[in-house]
C-alpha cells in the first residue's frame, strides 16, 4: 500500500469508457506526473482524484483511507489549476487564507499560516493586491500558496505552467522542482509538456487514449520506452522510427534499413536480447533517438557498440547549441543531433555515427518494443 | 473512527449535490404551474363553453369555428399581418442604415446612439399618448403645418378607418427602430477589420463591401431582429390602447386587444381564450425552432 | 498609402460625409422630438395649445399643469393625481425586481456551475416563457390571483411580475455566469466552500455587471406594463401607466392636453432616469435579451 493508492480506476460517461482500469501506487514524497496528449484522460485523472469528477469503479485511497464519494474539502489534497483560479474579489491574503477560514481555523492561525507560506514564496509585498494587478508569474506563486498553505496530504497540479510564457515557464519549473525537494510534498502534475514532465518528475505514467502507456522513472521511460506511443511522445524532437529487417549476418543480428539512395545500410546489434531472435528475417520497426546519431568525434566515448553510416544530408538546422541534421532513411526523414560545428551540408555525402547501444525494436503490428 | 467521520463526510456531499436541484425546483415548480399549467387550463378553456366565468362544459372546436367567422378577429388577423410586415421591414431597414452610417467613425456617435434608443426605455402608453396627439389633425402636425402656412396640408390618419393602422405602424418604429439599430451596430463592430481591408485590397468599392462582406456576416443580427419584432408586433397591446383605442370602429384591432375585450368586456372568454390560443401558437412557431438552435449551439 | 493613414476601413468622400451626418441629425430629431414637445406642451396654458402652434415655446410658462397631474387631476372617479399611482408602481416594482433578480441570479448559478441531466431542458423551458404572449395566462392568473385573495391588490401584481420575470433574470445570469471560470468553483469547493459559501462569497462578488442589468431591465419593464396592471389591479391599487391611460383617454369634461403631458413625462421619468444613468447596462440587457449567444 502507497501513500496515494489509484486501484483499477475507471471512469465512463453512460457507456463510453474514457479511463480504462488506471492502476498507479504513489509513494509519500513522490513526484508523479501525469502526461500525454489532450483527451488522453489525465486531467480525468487528477480531477478523481481531487474528488471534482466521480469514480465510476474502483477505488482512489490517501493513506489507506478510501476516498470514493468523499468530498473534495475532506479529503486534505490541495490543487493549483491551469488559470490559477484565484477568487477575483479577494486580496491575494484572503486568497490564501480561504481554505484555512472554511475550515475553521482561527485566526491567528491563518496569520500565520498565510506570513509561513508568503515568506517562503517571497509573495510578502502582495498579500494586500487584488489578482487582477498581478503579474502572471506573481499569480503562479500565489496559486502556490493557497495550496501550500492547508498543508495537504497531496498537491495536484493541473498543467499549471501552460499559461506563462516561456522564460517564465523554465523559471517557475526549477521553482516548483526546489520546492518539492525543500518540502518533500507527494505531488501528482498534470501537463502535456514532455519536458516538464522529464525534467520535474520522479515517476512519469505516460497515458493516451484512456490507458496508461507505461509507468516508470523518467530514466526507463526515454530509454527503455514500452511503445512507440511511449517512445515518439518523449523527446524532442521525437524518436527516429525507421522501418528495418532483422537480419543475421555472419552469426551476428543487423537491422537492414535503407539509404536516400535506396542502398542496404546493415547495423550491427550486439548484446540483443533473446527475444529479438523470433524475429530474424522479419520486419521490424528501429527506434533512434537524434542524439544517437552523430558525426564520428561528438558521439560517446563511452558506447559500446558506434556503428558508421553515410548518406546524404537533406536539410541542416543550426539551433546554437546543437545542430539538427536531417537525412533519409528508409523512405522517412530522420533526425541526427549534432555538435553546433559538425561539417554536414544540405546536399553533401555525410559519414554518421549511429550509436547502437540506444536503439531500441518495436513489433510493427503490436507497437510494443521487443525485449 | 475512520467510519464516523466518513458517514459525516457522506452528508455533507449528498446535500452538496441535493442542494443545487433543490434550489432550481421552486422556479422550475412555479414554472410548470404559471406558465405551462396556466397555458393548458387556456387551451381547456377554448374548448368549452365558458362565457363570464370558466365553465367546463366541452363543446369541441366550436369556439375555434365561431372565432374565425367572426369579423372583427379576421380585421385583427388583417391588421395584425400588414402592422407586423411594415413594423418588422420597416425597423430592419431604419435600424440598419443608422447602423451603417453610425459605424463611418462618426463624431458625437456618442451623442446620437442614446438619442435613437431611448423610445426604448418609455412605456407603450407614454408613446401612445404623445403619437395620439402630434397625430391628431386639430392640434396636432396638420395644424401647425397650417399655421405655418401650407393650408393645403392633410395628416388625419388617425380618424381615416383605413389609414389608422399605418399610425401605430410610425409609433410602434420610432419607439423600436433606435434598438434594432443598436443589434446592428454591435453586430458591425464585431465584424474583423482586417477582413474588410483585405476585401479592399481585392480592389472592393464600398458598396461591394457591404453587400458581399459585411451585410453576409449580419445574418444572426438580421434574424435575432426578426425574431424579436415579431413576438412584439404579436404581443402589441398597450400601443394600441393608448393611440387609438382599437378604433375608429375596431379598424385597429390587433389580436391581444379582441382577446382582451372578448374575455374581458364581452364575457365570451371561450372564445377569448381560444384567440390567445392562437396568439401563442404564431409565436411559439416562430420561437421553438429559434431557442431550439439557440441551445443546440451552446452545446 | 491611403488605408495605412486611416484607422478604420471604410473611407468615403467629403460630399457623402455631409450627407451622413444630414442623415443622423435628422433622425436624431425625429426620435427626440415627441418627447420635446410633449415638455414644452406640458409648461403651457391649455388655451396656448388648443389655440396655437405645438412646437412654439410657451408664452406664459407655467408648472400648474404638473401640479395637477401630480395631486388633483382626475383620474377615474377620484380627484388624486397621479401621485398614488406613482407610489402603487414603485410599490409593485421594487418587490418584484429585487426577488426576480435573487431568483435568476441563484438559477443561473446552479444551471452553469452545477450541472446535472435536463439542465438545458429546464433552461429551454424557462427562456420560452420570456416570450410567451401573457393573454394566454390572463384568465388562470386571474381565477389565482382571486384564490389567493390578492386579486387587485398591489401584492398580486407584484406576484405576477415576479414569475414572469424569472424567465429573463435566468437567462441574464446563465449566460454571464457561463463564461465565469468553472475552475473557481471548483477551487472554493476543495477550499471547502459549500453551495451558497461559493455563491455569496464567490459568485455574487463578481456579479455587479449583470446585477445592474437584471435590475435596470427588470424595472423598466414592470414600471412599463400596462397588460397586467390594467388586468388585475382595480381602482385604487392600479399603477402608473394604467392611471395614466385613464387620465389620457377619461371622456368627461375637457381634455386638458397639458395635463396629460406632465402626467405622462412623470410616467417616463423613471425609466428615462434609468436609462441616462445606466444606458449602458440598459443595452446589454436589451442585447442580451436578444442574442442569446
Known sequence: MGFLDINNVTKAYGSVEVLHQVDISVEEGEFLVLVGPSGCGKSTLLNMIAGLESISSGEICIKDRVMNGVHPSRRNIAMVFQSYALYPNMTVGQNITFGLEMHGTPKADRDKAMADVAKLLQIENLLTRKPGQLSGGQRQRVAMGRALVRNPDVFLFDEPLSNLDAKLRVDMRTEIKKLHQKLGTTIVYVTHDQIEAMTLSTRIAVMYNGYVQQLGTPKEIYDSPANLFVATFMGSPAMNVLQSRLEDRNGALHAVIRDASGQDIALRIENAPAAYAAYTGREVMLGIRPEAITDPEGADRNARNIQALTNIVSVTEPAGADTFVTMTLSGKDCIARMRADAEAHPGQSFDFAVNMDKAVLFDPKTEDRII | MATTTDTGVDFRTRLQTWLPKLVLSPSLAIMLVFVYGFIAFTVYLSFTDSRMLPSYEWVGWQNYDRLFRIREWNIALTNLAVFATLYIAICTVIGLMLAILLDQKIRGEGMLRPIFLYPMALSFIVTGTAWKWMLDPAIGLENTMHLWGWESFAFGWIKDREMAIYTIVIAAVWQSSGFVMAMFLAGLRGIDNEILKAAQMDGASNFQLYRRIILPQLRPAFLSAFVILSHLAIKSYDLVIALTGGGPGNATALPATFMYSYTFTRNQMGIGAASAVIMLMTIAAIMVPYLYAELREKK | ?293
Open chain 3, 1 to 293: 498609402m491611403a488605408a495605412a493613414s486611416t484607422e478604420t476601413a471604410i473611407r468615403s468622400s467629403r460630399f457623402a460625409r455631409v450627407l451622413i451626418y444630414l442623415v443622423l441629425l435628422l433622425f436624431a430629431l425625429f426620435y427626440l422630438l415627441p418627447l420635446g414637445i410633449m415638455v414644452v406642451n406640458s409648461l403651457k396654458p391649455l388655451s396656448e395649445i388648443t389655440g396655437g402652434n405645438m412646437v412654439a415655446l410657451p408664452r406664459d410658462w407655467t408648472i400648474a399643469p404638473w401640479l395637477s397631474a401630480w395631486s388633483t387631476a382626475q383620474i377615474g372617479v377620484e380627484p388624486t393625481g397621479l401621485r398614488p399611482y406613482f407610489i402603487n408602481s414603485i410599490v409593485m416594482a421594487v418587490p418584484a425586481v429585487m426577488l426576480s433578480t435573487i431568483v435568476g441570479a441563484l438559477n443561473g448559478y446552479v444551471l452553469t456551475k452545477w450541472h446535472f441531466r435536463g439542465a438545458t431542458i429546464i433552461f429551454g423551458l424557462l427562456l420560452f416563457s420570456c416570450f410567451i404572449p401573457f393573454q394566454i395566462v390572463l384568465i388562470p392568473m386571474a381565477r389565482i390571483l382571486g384564490i389567493l385573495d390578492i386579486a387587485g391588490t398591489t401584492s398580486g401584481l407584484i406576484l405576477v411580475h415576479f414569475v414572469y420575470g424569472i424567465g429573463f433574470t435566468t437567462l441574464y445570469f446563465r449566460n454571464y455566469y457561463a463564461a465565469f471560470p468553472t475552475e473557481l468553483v471548483r477551487a472554493a469547493q476543495i477550499d471547502g466552500a459549500g453551495f451558497f459559501q461559493i455563491f455569496w462569497r464567490i459568485m455574487l462578488p463578481s456579479s455587479g455587471p449583470i446585477i445592474a442589468v437584471s435590475f435596470i431591465w427588470q424595472f423598466t419593464n414592470i414600471w412599463n406594463d400596462f397588460l397586467f396592471g390594467a388586468s388585475f389591479a382595480s381602482g385604487g391599487s392600479a399603477p402608473m401607466t394604467v392611471a395614466l391611460n385613464n387620465l389620457v383617454n377619461s371622456s368627461t369634461g375637457v381634455r386638458e392636453y397639458n395635463v396629460h403631458f406632465a402626467g405622462a413625462i412623470m410616467a417616463a421619468a423613471p425609466t428615462l432616469l434609468v436609462y441616462i444613468v445606466a444606458g449602458r447596462y440598459f443595452v446589454r440587457g436589451l442585447m442580451a435579451g436578444s442574442v442569446k449567444g
